[in-house]
């Protein structure tokens, strides 16, 4: 009886190993960012690691408008619903906060885009939202950008931008600048 | 001896063209004021049209009024008008050849050397709208690169060269033999004469399918355009043709009977009859459908946005139209020479409008992506078009000097033979 | 007989073609070897290798002459399994125009006298795409998007049934093997029925000789697309021949602030374009026309 208890223990340990093996790789290959060629998060200069401020910081769970610090973000981003630590993790200012608890990095912030905006979540790893540049094919570097690198995440929606000048009319013949 | 045979023949050959050339020659610089008046005017005219065109050449087609969006103006227009114009020969070849109308039979060669100068400016035309004339042998079968058969430009620019070869070798060969005294050999030159009327109308439907074949282009995509081509090709060629054989009338001996000219404007009545039918088919399509395809009419009889610059063109080339229809329709007014006259005119005009710009310019308004822009023709368009007209019309002045007087038999080949006799 | 008819006619034809060989003389004064190599030069598509090597030379050459800058000519052929296709999300076009100065420089379109761009950018009012008669090309408002308005960029749409070829008299514009239409700018003569075919106004003519100022312009070219071309060519865009062929990004596509442009291989079946067309409501402009456009829009609001 004993020795059969063993060897269940034995199999089980192998079976956890495995298992332990096997979702540290899904997790590192669903999660990780690295089928993605992102360049560096677009951070105002010297506000990242996070953790240089929050970390000696006092965590304040109250839904409020901010008059401190950050009083340059304007929250136009589902606000009515949502603030700040609804994304940003309450403990670890450095990562964001996905919907299940889990942390990740800010470089891989299109997860948690994604969980709202689930369709262009979807047309952006097909890579067909968002600006595309450089190489499509052969060996050529792909690049994606962030979401974060066209739309502000606190307030996403696309400015209004000064056109470039219109064509010359016919009537202008010889349209001389 | 066989040798010195052919030496003799060839220095006889020799003598006889020489004396031809030195004739022509006499023929054609000795005139009354009138005809000096002409000539010096016409190469004037073409003087300073040639001097336009050299600039257009060095600067490129900058020089004209031309853009992307109007891409064709006064050049192509002048040249459907004038292809339509050639392809009217036809209308004298049918009843001399085929119904042997004995009063046309004496002046259809002057119609077709008509025809050729005709030729000769639209082909002109041409080459003054393209943009690289040095590149013009890309253009040539087998030395260049010809697109035969998807492309209608390089169809036309066989039929074109093909008309103006016909109706340059069937005029040549009928005087020569006139020069030389001797009958034609019918069954030698009749082939050529029955196939330039296939070839004319061919002319004319290649040009008409050059437009019609753009689906780009709604105002052009219409079936009834060839036909319509046609039709009005037979009222502007004869048209001309009556008024200049007036002319040569009065100036020659060639006599030319009024019947000749009545029934050409007999003819002529009933291709404008088609004409204005064809226009009235097009005109209730486009209205009565009233797609938004029709903005192309709209902008010719209309206007368009505050766009009217052709409107009231073609509102006066409508009415010219219809005036010289009742004209040519009547007995009475047909059969009058003045009557008869005005109504040449009011076609000769009425037609270019509604053939050159009134056809070509609407085409392109408004543009595939719905611009509207009106084109004017400049000074270089116009000095340009004027020179190439004068100069078909000194062509075919020149060609009739010598024409003519061989007709009428003033001009032979006796007289050599009586010169060499009594040198 | 035949021999007088033949002087007769000689001398009708010489009197009056004097008049066209007056014209044609100055035409072909210039008589420097140079030019007469130009005036020689065969069609493209019959150069061969060797022949191609000396004319890429001779407009090295030449554009070091004028630009002082050293061009990187390419020929490069169509790559093999190739057939470009371009998307265009018109939800997402706020009309600003970038495309079109990014295509201009790139592409070394002349700038002024004339002015061309190869993209034409539209502005329809809502509730109406396709009737293009009530477009604007000119807007100039102070910021883009205008509410209430759509906006439409044009160009060449590399027709799979072309009708600019189909009417070239001379073969000048023919449809290579990867889907792009091209020019050979030395062979037109510039008789403007190509740009009187296209239903979409995609090709425009030098009607002078292009002025493009020597700090703009873009020393890699491609023969057959963005090298500086002369006067009284026709030109249209390319999909950036000298890019794609190389597997980047035509220009327009990377200068698009909202990423509206998208460009791919439709053969491959994993492409961008693919997944466009597969999962997107796509339409073509002008399809009635049978003209199999390569330029497929769509929108999702």
């Keep these: 009886m004993e020795l059969k208890f063993i060897k269940m223990q034995r199999n089980l340990h192998t079976l956890a190993i495995i298992l332990l093996i096997l979702s540290a790789f899904f997790s590192l290959a669903l999660g990780a960012g690295q089928e993605f060629p992102v360049p560096p998060p677009p951070f105002t200069e010297g506000i990242f690691p996070c953790s240089q401020c929050h970390a000696s910081m006092e965590t304040n769970r109250k839904k409020r408008e901010l008059k401190d610090e950050h009083t340059k973000i304007r929250m136009h981003h589902a606000e009515t619903m949502r603030w700040c630590l609804d994304c940003h993790d309450s403990k670890d200012r450095d990562k964001l906060r996905l919907y299940n608890g889990e942390l990740i990095n800010f470089t891989e912030s299109h997860r948690l885009c994604g969980e709202c905006h689930g369709n262009l979540y979807r047309d952006w790893r097909a890579g067909i939202h968002g600006k595309r540049t450089g190489y499509f094919m052969g060996t050529g570097k792909r690049t994606y950008l962030l979401c974060a690198h066209c739309h502000d995440p606190h307030e996403p929606k696309f400015k209004r931008m000064m056109p470039e000048p219109p064509p010359f009319r016919p009537t202008d013949r010889r349209n001389v600048k | 001896m066989n040798l010195r045979k052919a030496m003799e023949s060839l220095q006889g050959l020799l003598k006889e063209t020489w004396h031809f050339y030195r004739k022509t020659l006499i023929l054609v610089t000795r005139g009354g004021k009138i005809y000096y008046a002409w000539c010096f005017s016409l190469l004037a005219i073409i003087v300073v049209g040639f001097i336009f065109y050299w600039k257009q050449h060095e600067m490129g087609l900058i020089e004209t009024n031309m853009t992307d969006q109007v891409s064709w103006g006064l050049y192509i227009a002048n040249f459907t008008y004038l292809v339509g114009m050639a392809a009217a020969a036809v209308l004298l070849v049918i009843p001399s050849y085929i119904y042997q109308f004995k009063p046309i039979k004496g002046i259809v060669v002057l119609g077709e050397l008509f025809a050729a100068s005709c030729m000769v400016m639209a082909i002109l035309f041409v080459m003054v709208d393209l943009g690289r004339l040095d590149r013009f042998w890309h253009m040539l079968p087998f030395i260049g690169s010809m697109n035969f058969p998807a492309s209608l430009l390089a169809w036309d620019v066989l039929a074109l060269n093909g008309y103006l070869f016909l109706n340059l070798f069937i005029p040549i060969y009928l005087l020569v033999k006139s020069y030389y005294g001797k009958k034609p050999n019918w069954k030698f030159i009749l082939p050529f004469i029955l196939l330039s009327i296939p070839w004319a109308v061919g002319i004319h439907t290649v040009t008409a399918f050059l437009y019609n074949g753009l689906a780009a282009r709604p105002f052009w995509n219409a079936s009834i355009l060839a036909p319509r081509f046609l039709a009005s090709a037979f009222c502007s060629g004869p048209a001309i043709i009556i008024v200049i054989f007036q002319i040569i009338r009065k100036v020659s001996a060639i006599k030319i009977e009024d019947g000749a000219l009545f029934k050409v404007a007999e003819l002529i009545a009933y291709a404008m009859f088609l004409n204005l039918f064809l226009l009235g088919a097009e005109i209730f399509k486009e209205y009565y459908s009233g797609t938004v395809h029709m903005a192309s009419f709209k902008y010719l009889f209309e206007g368009l946005h505050h766009h009217n610059e052709l409107v009231p063109w073609i509102w006066a080339a409508m009415a010219m139209n219809v005036t010289a229809f009742i004209l040519f329709l009547i007995p009475s007014t047909r059969e009058r020479l003045s009557t008869l006259n005005l109504g040449c005119l009011l076609i000769i005009v009425g037609v270019w409008i509604e053939k050159g710009p009134g056809f070509v310019i609407p085409g392109f308004v408004p543009d595939p992506l719905g611009e509207i822009h009106e084109y004017v023709p400049n000074l270089v368009e116009l000095m340009v078009s004027f020179g190439i007209w004068a100069l078909g019309l000194l062509i075919f002045t020149l060609l009739m000097k010598v024409a003519i007087p061989i007709e009428t038999g003033e001009f032979s080949h006796t007289d050599y033979e009586k010169g060499v006799i009594t040198k | ?301």
């Design chain 3, 1 to 301: 007989m035949s021999n007088k008819d033949y002087t007769r006619r000689e001398f009708i034809r010489s009197f009056s073609v004097t008049a066209l060989a007056g014209l044609s003389l100055p035409v072909l004064s210039s008589c420097s070897k140079e030019e007469v190599e130009d005036f020689l030069q065969k069609h493209f598509l019959e150069m061969t290798e060797e022949e191609k090597k000396q004319v890429i030379a001779k407009l090295e050459q030449r554009y070091f002459e004028q630009y002082g800058r050293k061009f990187q000519i390419s020929t490069q052929e169509a790559l093999p399994e190739t057939l470009w296709g371009y998307g265009l999300e018109l939800s997402r076009c706020i009309g600003c125009r970038k495309c079109v100065y990014a295509c201009a420089n790139e592409n070394n379109t002349s700038r002024y006298t004339r002015q061309l761009h190869w993209i034409r950018v539209l502005r329809l009012k809502r509730g109406n795409l396709i009737n293009l008669e009530d477009s604007e090309h000119y807007y100039a408002p102070e910021t883009v998007p205008e509410k209430g308005f759509v906006y439409l960029p044009v160009q060449c749409q590399q027709c799979q049934n072309p009708p600019c070829v189909k009417v070239c008299p001379i073969h000048a514009t023919w449809q290579e093997p990867d889907g792009i239409v091209a020019v050979d700018y030395n062979w037109c003569i510039g008789c403007r029925y190509c740009i009187a075919a296209c239903p979409y106004k995609g090709r425009v003519f030098n009607w002078a000789e292009p002025n493009i100022p020597k700090d703009q312009v873009n020393p890699n070219v491609h023969y057959l697309g963005n090298r500086p071309r002369m006067k009284c060519a026709v030109e249209k865009c390319t999909f950036c021949i000298q890019r794609v062929r190389e597997g980047r990004y035509p220009a327009c596509v990377e200068a698009c602030p909202t990423g509206s442009r998208k460009f791919g291989n439709l053969l491959d079946p994993k492409s961008e374009i693919r997944y466009i067309i597969e999962r997107k409501r796509v339409f073509r402009l002008r399809e009635e026309l049978n003209t199999e456009s390569k330029f497929y829009y769509f929108f999702e609001s």
